[in-house]
C-alpha cells in the first residue's frame, strides 16, 4: 500500500514562492504516475499538475502554468510541487495523489482516475 504524506504549506504572500514536498512510503514512486490537486473553499477540486513516472512528462493547468513546476526524486521517494509568483486565488487545500500507469500523464490526470491520495496540505496566499 503507497503513503503519501504532504508537507510545505503555509502562508506566503501575493507573489512569493512555496515548495510542496510529497513523501511516499510503502512502495517505491517510480513507476506511478503523481498528481497535483487543489481544493479552495465552495469549489470542486481541480487538477494543477502531473508527471509521469514513465518519462518524466509534465502537464499544467493553464492557471499555473508558467508559475508552478513539478518534479520528482525516486531515489528519495518524493515528488515536489515548486509554486511562484503565487496569486491569492491560488489559496487552497493541496492534495498530491497517485496512480499506476496506465492511466498516463499525457494530460492532466481526473481525480477519479487517482488510487492513492495524501491529507493534503494548506497553501494561502494573501497580503
Known amino acids: 500500500q503507497l503513503q503519501l504524506v504532504e508537507s510545505g504549506g503555509g502562508l506566503a504572500q501575493p507573489g512569493g514562492s512555496l515548495r510542496l514536498s510529497c513523501a511516499a512510503s510503502?512502495?517505491?514512486?517510480?513507476?506511478?504516475?503523481i498528481g497535483w490537486f487543489r481544493q479552495a473553499p465552495g469549489k470542486e477540486r481541480e487538477g494543477v499538475s502531473c508527471?509521469?513516472?514513465?518519462?518524466?512528462?509534465?502537464n499544467y493547468a493553464d492557471s499555473v502554468k508558467g508559475r508552478f513546476t513539478i518534479s520528482r526524486d525516486n531515489a528519495k521517494n518524493t515528488a515536489y510541487l515548486q509554486m511562484n509568483t503565487l496569486k491569492p486565488e491560488d489559496t487552497a487545500v493541496y492534495y498530491c495523489?497517485?496512480?499506476?500507469?496506465?492511466?498516463?500523464?499525457?494530460?492532466?490526470?481526473?481525480?477519479?482516475?487517482?488510487?492513492?491520495w495524501g491529507k493534503g496540505a494548506l497553501v494561502t496566499v494573501s497580503s
Open positions: 495523489a497517485a496512480v499506476m500507469a496506465p492511466p498516463y500523464c499525457t494530460t492532466l490526470i481526473p481525480s477519479h482516475d487517482m488510487d492513492y
Open positions: 508527471i509521469s513516472g514513465f518519462d518524466g512528462s509534465t
Open positions: 510503502g512502495l517505491p514512486l517510480d513507476y506511478y504516475e
